[in-house]
């Protein structure tokens, strides 16, 4: 069965500073991973994904995430966060033949000035 | 293009009603997909359309809820009778493909609250 695990439900950065989200995935083949944010009230906005090749992808917005398959994960990361980064951040996986993406249970990030 | 357009955005009904949800999915996209997002439950897929079939209807909670797309170009989510834990923020997305290699383009979202 697929899943994925988000460790951190809500972290804290002060705006400049840069910022990690993990995420880890359970898949039974060559996944397909992705990112999505979603601001307060809004829906799911797609920042990156990644399929296959480079395993360091860029984003919108500044971000990117490292696929590693020995580890299972796909952080996210950006070198210096924004006041407008403040969300919630939900990474999701997927496959080849599979409709279906399994999220994960998100991570709110606060900015604080 | 609008997005995937979703209405209402809020709902606030009385528990024994009928609540239907509507959604409108970018056009040429061929997959549907209905959401509901709780606190606790976080993200859950309820229905996947493909080609305006229902394919994976497995999420449905309970016979209460229903799903129908007479068209490509209009779905909708039907709870009735709704109950007060039904209270949740429901999103349709689209997509272009059948795979998720693709990405689900999401909508604002029916908040809806059931009393």
């Known amino acids: 069965a697929q899943s994925v695990t988000q460790p951190d439900i809500h972290i804290t950065v002060s705006e400049g500073a840069s910022l990690e989200l993990r995420c880890n995935y359970s898949y039974g083949a060559t996944p397909y991973l992705f990112w999505y944010v979603q601001s307060p009230g809004q829906g799911l906005q797609l920042l990156l994904k990644y399929f296959s090749g480079d395993t360091l992808v860029q984003g919108i917005k500044g971000f990117e995430a490292e696929f590693k398959r020995s580890q299972s994960s796909f952080n996210l990361r950006k070198p210096s966060v924004h006041w407008s980064d403040a969300a919630e951040y939900f990474c999701?996986?997927?496959?080849?033949?599979?409709?279906?993406?399994?999220f994960g249970a998100g991570t709110t990030v606060t900015v604080r000035a | 293009d609008a997005g995937v357009i979703q209405s209402p955005r809020h709902e606030v009904t009385e528990m024994g009603q009928e609540v239907t949800l509507r959604c409108k999915p970018i056009s040429g996209h061929n997959s549907l997909f209905w959401y509901r997002q709780t606190m606790m439950r976080g993200l859950e897929l309820l229905i996947y359309?493909?080609?305006?079939?229902?394919?994976?209807d497995s999420g449905m909670p309970e016979d209460r809820f229903s799903a129908k797309m007479p068209n490509a170009s209009f779905s909708t989510l039907k709870i009735q009778p709704s109950e007060p834990r039904d209270s949740a923020v429901y999103f349709c997305a689209s997509s272009p493909a059948q795979t998720s290699y693709n990405e689900q383009f999401f909508g604002p979202g029916t908040r809806l609250t059931v009393l």
């Open positions: 999701a996986v997927g496959g080849l033949r599979d409709y279906k993406l399994s």
């Open positions: 359309f493909n080609n305006n079939v229902p394919i994976d």
